[in-house]
């Protein structure tokens, strides 16, 4: 019996390979058309995103070898969608925030800010929240969730030391000893890639050191225990939420402003950096303070007086720990105030390149009705400067880093290996933490869209939605949101919106509908995924630290869902609908005759 169960074993990742391929096959055989083949190659990729049996990218690939193969698309056509004007916004964003997370910038701004808040329990998951969503917002949320949680953890440690008093001779030593455990986990996590897709992580559970006991016997110990899952959840729940606020912060936002593109190649540059963070970034910060209140109520009560400041020896001691770490870093140094002016740079010149409301400068390169500079144009023009602007402070020898040099403050010896060259970044940096599968993830998906916009099934999947135009559409808005919230639980955020965008402005069309009224809230959506472990990377990784049990997730991140689809459906039938005029059907979407 344990023979055949064992080679049952050897045997699950080929049978998982092969059996979709077998189920699916007689589709293309017995329809012999072209949405049938088209569709093959749809669910055969779904099937094998959500299993993960074979990596993400890889499946990605699969239209650059099928479509050909079926005469969907010839192999120049399909390979042109592998790198478009969106996988360069992409690249350029992931660039800037190799040269944030090198230089340190994002821990100095995280532990400053907690410094702000203080720690009392419900402060300090307020800090921690608004924080992670910060960051997240900039660099991506599984590398802020990396670098959030040992702090988080190391900070409640020593909330949770009862026996040391601040004057107490151990104490200094305590908090040596909270330091350097903070500084093993972060090595731990150093190596996680930042990645924009939701790779199921295995919890290594010899690795992982249980604070407190499963069956916790005192209030003192209960106590702990709900604290630590709040403060884990509150981490992962805000770096999911913060990507939502801008266009590169998280994958799906960058697919829709792909395929919003490629669908409707008229549409006036609707979606950019400027007018998607005006209406996601409302959105952001009510979904974070639902967030906040829910898992204040859930965690810690009704009971709001815990806000108050307090002075109690634990929770200084506890602020000692967030004193000593920021201490560590020292004065600011001169690769930190460079990339800040740099990113500050950055975002000034996305705001005012389209702003909608006034002329921006990006309307000096239009040329005979043409836009020629888009927001990739600008982060590639920063990230360029960055790998030409030194990382020290040149000296009247050139810009070559002199290996003489004295250290500055806030940069130690392994960081001055890493800038060998001098540069605020380094091409070895960038290949060592870019995350290049989410390029054939991102293009795989364009691939997919532009075979489902040929071949029909776009049009033929659309038109089976049409008895949803006989609802009112904020009803439609709701249920698409619920639909994709759902199953962005089971596969990843970017697979989940190549799949759905196609298929919602396709019947958009159809029914008369502005195709963003749709896409919008969908593709936040995809962002909801706060119920499981293996949804997303922050929630893999809060979970490996053994606190959390899966019916803690499942019972917070089901009330975070309904909250997310709801809030989504409010922004777009209120702000949205002003913003981006949804109560009118465009004329540049009126392209039903070339579906």
Not at 185 to 205: F, H, R, W
Not at 352 to 375: A, L, M
Not at 388 to 396: E, F, G, N, T
Not at 430 to 453: D, H, I, S, T, Y
């Amino acid at each position: 019996m344990l023979a055949c169960l064992r080679s049952l074993r050897e045997l699950r990742d080929p049978l998982a390979i092969t059996l979709p391929v077998l189920m699916l096959l007689p589709l293309p055989l017995v329809l012999r058309c072209q949405e049938a083949y088209c569709g093959f190659v749809v669910l055969l990729m779904a099937v094998y995103w959500c299993t993960e049996v074979i990596p993400l990218a890889i499946t990605a690939i699969l239209p650059v070898l099928l479509f050909p193969m079926f005469g969907i698309m010839t192999s120049k056509e399909v390979c042109k969608q592998y790198m478009k004007d969106t996988n360069m916004l992409f690249l350029g964003g992931l660039m800037v925030a190799v040269a944030v997370e090198t230089c340190n910038l994002h821990k100095r701004i995280a532990l400053r800010a907690l410094l702000l808040v203080g720690v009392r329990p419900a402060l300090l998951m307020m800090g921690f929240m608004g924080v992670t969503a910060f960051l997240s917002m900039w660099i991506s949320n599984t590398a802020t969730t990396a670098m959030m949680v040992p702090i988080a953890q190391a900070v409640l440690d020593q909330l949770n030391t009862t026996g040391t008093q601040p004057g107490d001779p151990e104490q200094g030593h305590g908090q040596t000893a909270r330091g350097q455990e903070l500084e093993e986990k972060d090595s731990t996590v150093e190596g996680i890639q930042p990645a924009l897709i939701s790779p199921v992580m295995q919890t290594q559970d010899a690795d992982v050191e249980m604070k407190v006991s499963a069956v916790p016997h005192s209030d003192a110990q209960r106590e702990q225990q709900r604290l630590r899952k709040m403060l884990s959840l509150a981490v992962c729940y805000s770096a999911s939420i913060g990507g939502t606020a801008t266009l590169t912060g998280t994958g799906p936002n960058l697919v829709l402003k792909g395929q919003f593109s490629q669908i409707f190649p008229d549409n006036g540059d609707v979606i950019n950096f400027a007018s998607w963070f005006g209406f996601s970034f409302p959105n952001m910060l009510i979904m974070l303070t639902c967030c906040w209140l829910w898992l204040h109520l859930l965690f810690l009560g009704v009971n709001f007086g815990r806000l108050r400041m307090d002075k109690s020896p634990r929770e200084q001691a506890a602020y000692g720990i967030i004193q000593g770490e920021y201490s560590k870093l020292g004065l600011m140094s001169f690769a930190e105030k460079l990339v800040l002016g740099l990113f500050i740079l950055l975002i000034t010149l996305w705001f005012t390149r389209e702003p909608g409301f006034v002329r921006g400068w990006g309307s000096i390169f239009n040329w005979e009705g043409k836009k020629f500079v888009t927001d990739a144009t600008v982060v590639m023009f920063i990230t360029f400067l960055m790998f030409i602007m030194p990382s020290h402070r040149p000296r009247l020898k050139g810009w070559a880093w002199n290996r003489t040099v004295e250290a500055e403050p806030g940069i130690d010896s392994r960081e001055r290996k890493d800038h060998r060259s001098g540069r605020l970044l380094e091409w070895k940096e960038v290949q060592r933490k870019l995350p290049w599968n989410v390029v054939l993830l991102l293009g795989g998906g364009f691939a997919l869209a532009k075979g489902c916009e040929v071949s029909g099934l776009s049009l033929w999947l659309g038109s089976h939605l049409l008895p949803l135009q006989n609802l009112p559409p904020w009803v439609i808005a709701a249920l698409l949101c619920l639909l994709i919230a759902i199953f962005t639980e089971c596969t990843s955020n970017v697979a989940t919106a190549t799949l759905f965008l196609p298929i919602l402005a396709s019947m958009a069309v159809l029914i008369k509908l502005n195709p963003l009224y749709v896409m919008i809230p969908g593709t936040l959506s995809t962002s909801f995924a706060f119920m499981l472990p293996v949804a997303t990377p922050p929630n893999a990784i809060v979970f490996s630290y053994g606190h959390l049990r899966v019916t803690d997730m499942v019972k917070a991140g089901f009330v975070l869902n309904l909250i997310g689809v709801v809030s989504a459906t409010v922004a777009i039938n209120t702000w949205g609908r002003a913003m981006f005029h949804l109560d009118t059907f465009p004329a540049w979407a009126n392209i039903s005759s070339s579906l």
